[in-house]
């Protein structure tokens, strides 16, 4: 019940984010974010943000998601790679689908670079990320005994996480609330996830919110 209150609280912030989106009443903080990241740049930190947004693409998660999931199941951690493959199949389509719902255009991207093809609102990077460096890392902690290293496991996944959604403002492809929205339906997600996972897996250990098979 815990898990599907979660998934309902998310639910709500991120309804209250799509009406204020829609309302525009989030342009001024939008453009105000926006602005002041965009005064950090320089051609070195072009070119990290160029490689960290790359980290959170989807040939990139696609290629590292195959191999993780190839890795798990010869280790016999079939339902591990069961839920790397959910969270991050469903995380796409939720995306996709939200997009098609709202219909927000894209902001005009900087340092000259074309303006993906789909819309706006949420940001497929911030939703997908960190489904995916969620479920990897809730799947790479279970193995620690120690508090302290699931916690790094977990902090290293926030920090990636928040690193790919800064990309995308920097580089100009998104508003700070589509990534904000991104990252609320990823919670979402994690949590309907995890409680299903409550039911469908029997044991199961319990890290940092998300529930993952030994």
Not at 67 to 75: D, S
Request: proline content about 3%; glycine content about 10%.
């Amino acid at each position: 019940m815990a898990d599907l209150a979660a998934a309902l609280a998310a639910l709500l912030l991120f309804v209250w984010l799509a009406v204020e989106v829609r309302r525009g009443a989030t342009l001024g903080f939008d453009l105000e974010v926006r602005n002041t990241v965009h005064a950090w740049a320089s051609e070195r930190l072009t070119w990290i943000m160029l490689a960290i947004t790359q980290i959170g693409s989807s040939p990139f998660l696609i290629v590292l998601g195959g191999l993780i999931v190839w890795r798990l199941t010869r280790a016999g951690r079939r339902r591990a790679a069961l839920l790397l493959i959910v969270a991050s199949l469903g995380a796409e389509a939720l995306d996709q689908a939200l997009k098609l719902v709202f219909h927000r255009a894209r902001p005009e991207a900087f340092f000259g670079l074309a303006d993906p093809s789909t819309y706006s609102f949420p940001s497929g990077h911030a939703t997908t990320a960190c489904c995916f460096y969620g479920a990897l890392a809730a799947i790479a902690g279970a193995r620690f005994g120690a508090p302290a290293a699931r916690l790094a496991v977990w902090a290293g996944a926030a920090t990636l996480a928040a690193a790919i959604g800064l990309s995308r403002i920097y580089l100009g492809v998104h508003y700070p609330s589509d990534v904000l929205g991104g990252y609320v339906a990823a919670v979402m997600w994690l949590y309907l996830l995890r409680a299903g996972y409550s039911v469908w897996g029997g044991a199961h250990t319990k890290i940092g919110g998300l529930a993952t098979p030994g």
